[in-house]
């Protein structure tokens, strides 16, 4: 059988970021996905969380990576990924799900990219609607650790656009777009779990 494309970061965080998902997602239909890469997060999830609808998205160039994980998957819970790039608005799709997820984005695309996700979730999302954003975040203006801050300078070297968001600067995001927050769990290798309702 071909491999199917892996990253180590994902099989390492999938296990922490579900035991938050089980009870943040609890009540929820259908969870959309952004930037969904390989598709480990999306197929373990969905495995794990059977009342879940799960739909992964991914920007047009990477949707290839993403399909072959997809496919494989057995169960009928996980949608057929489509493409979304956050800054592509209005984004696909009638309607946007109880739950938005995503993980290992935020500090990939340009700030501007980071503005336009919740600006379309504060034009279309609907009351209640639960958003979860794992990553690494700064507080303060502090990295949370040295392994955050060589991570950031590695990520200024790969890209001009990327780096480590300031969580405050996030939440403000989310207020404007009316989110309030629900929660901000510490995670493994100096990550967090941000949720927001949608008041
Ligand atoms: C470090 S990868 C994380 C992938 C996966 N979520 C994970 O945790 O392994 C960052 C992802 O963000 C996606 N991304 C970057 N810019 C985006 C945009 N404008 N809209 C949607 N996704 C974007 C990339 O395509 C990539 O898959």
């Known amino acids: 059988m071909e491999r199917l494309p892996?990253?180590?970061?994902c099989e390492n965080n999938k296990g922490p970021i579900l035991e938050v998902l089980r009870e943040l997602f609890v009540d929820r239909l259908r969870v959309l996905e952004i930037g969904s890469g390989t598709g480990q997060h999306a197929s373990w999830f969905a495995g794990h969380l059977p009342h879940l609808q799960w739909q992964p998205t991914e920007v047009q160039q990477h949707l290839a990576v993403l399909k072959p994980r997809c496919d494989a998957?057995?169960?009928?819970?996980?949608?057929?990924?489509?493409?979304?790039?956050?800054?592509?608005?209005?984004?696909?799709g009638a309607k946007i799900p109880d739950a938005v997820f995503t993980a290992n984005s935020l500090h990939i695309m340009p700030w501007a990219s980071v503005q336009d996700l919740f600006a379309e979730l504060g034009e279309r999302a609907g009351a209640d609607t639960l958003l979860a954003i794992y990553g690494p975040f700064n507080y303060g203006g502090?990295?949370?650790?040295?392994?955050?801050?060589?991570?950031?300078?590695?990520?200024a070297q790969q890209s001009p656009y990327s780096a480590i968001r300031?969580?405050?600067?996030?939440?403000?995001?989310?207020?404007?777009a009316g989110f309030v927050p629900r929660s901000d769990v510490e995670m493994p290798a100096n990550n967090r779990l941000l949720a927001w309702r949608k008041a």
Not at 6 to 9: E, I, L
Not at 73 to 92: E, I, M, T
Request: glycine share 4%.
């Open 6 to 9: 892996f990253s180590q970061a």
């Open 73 to 92: 998957f057995s169960g009928a819970n996980l949608l057929p990924p489509y493409a979304l790039d956050v800054s592509q608005r209005p984004w696909p």
């Open 142 to 155: 502090q990295y949370t650790s040295d392994s955050n801050a060589r991570f950031d300078g590695w990520l």
């Open 166 to 176: 300031d969580v405050e600067k996030v939440d403000a995001l989310a207020a404007a």
